[in-house]
């Protein structure tokens, strides 16, 4: 029976995995018709209606790639390849979606470069930044985003995320990484996401055995931390000259 539950789970992935692959296909091929259009002569009229369908195109695309990372998640199909890399290497693609983000809404955004070194899976962790960072600036209208790397005395790393925004209540911290649940919508407007960010990221944590702690206020601002294990980058060793034969 538990077999049977786990293929039809992975035959679900594989029909959502065709599925977005082939739709997010047409997504991009609108998206490029679209930038065509842009770069015509159109009047102020049409531009707004433009960015309007390129912000629907985008929040399409979001929508499947949350759907089939839920889905993969629950098929159990993501096994985590833990390995010692730099925090960089990851960071300054979530980087530079930041700070397009940031000019996109006008905010402040601060990610420095860093020199820690991570122990854990680099493209899942990357997925988790990413999630949290949308996430950071979704609720911010005003204020700031930030990414603080810091490494800790009991040999781990904590990553910040933290923004400005609308916070959230104390009531509400365990809600929030429910599937659908999204604290300034209450009437499921679809236009806003389906809400699993925070469930993707939990998930992935859990598969990763990451801790991460919230600290948020209504009306305060919000900060994730992700308590990561430290890793060290093997060097090769040195060869000491020797002196020439005589």
């Known amino acids: 029976m538990t077999r049977n539950i786990a293929q039809d789970n992975a035959n679900r992935t594989l029909f959502l995995d065709t599925a977005c692959h082939d739709l997010k296909q047409s997504l ?114 005003e204020g700031k985003v930030w990414i603080i790397c810091t490494n800790l005395d009991d040999g781990t790393l904590a990553i910040e995320v933290g923004d400005t925004g609308i916070g959230i209540h104390a009531d509400n911290h365990e809600k929030i990484f429910n599937e659908n649940y999204q604290v300034d919508n209450p009437g499921k407007d679809k236009s806003k996401g389906l809400g699993l960010g925070l469930t993707i990221v939990q998930k992935l944590a859990k598969i990763l055995n990451l801790e991460i702690k919230l600290n948020s206020k209504k009306a305060q601002g919000t900060q994730f931390i992700v308590t990561v294990l430290q890793g060290q980058l093997r060097t090769k060793p040195t060869t000491k000259p020797q002196p020439p034969a005589t």
């Open 28 to 141: 991009y091929a609108v998206s490029y018709s679209m930038e065509a259009l842009a770069t015509t002569q159109i009047n102020e009229k049409q531009k707004p209606i433009i960015k309007s369908l390129h912000n629907s195109i985008n929040a399409m695309e979001r929508m499947l790639t949350a759907l089939l990372d839920t889905s993969r998640l629950e098929s159990g199909t993501i096994q985590p390849n833990n390995q010692h890399f730099n925090l960089e290497n990851i960071l300054s693609g979530v980087r530079a979606e930041g700070m397009v983000l940031s000019r996109q809404k006008s905010l402040d955004f601060q990610c420095n470069e860093t020199e820690c070194i991570a122990c854990t899976d680099p493209v899942l962790l990357e997925t988790i930044m990413r999630n949290l960072v949308a996430n950071a600036f979704r609720y911010t209208q």
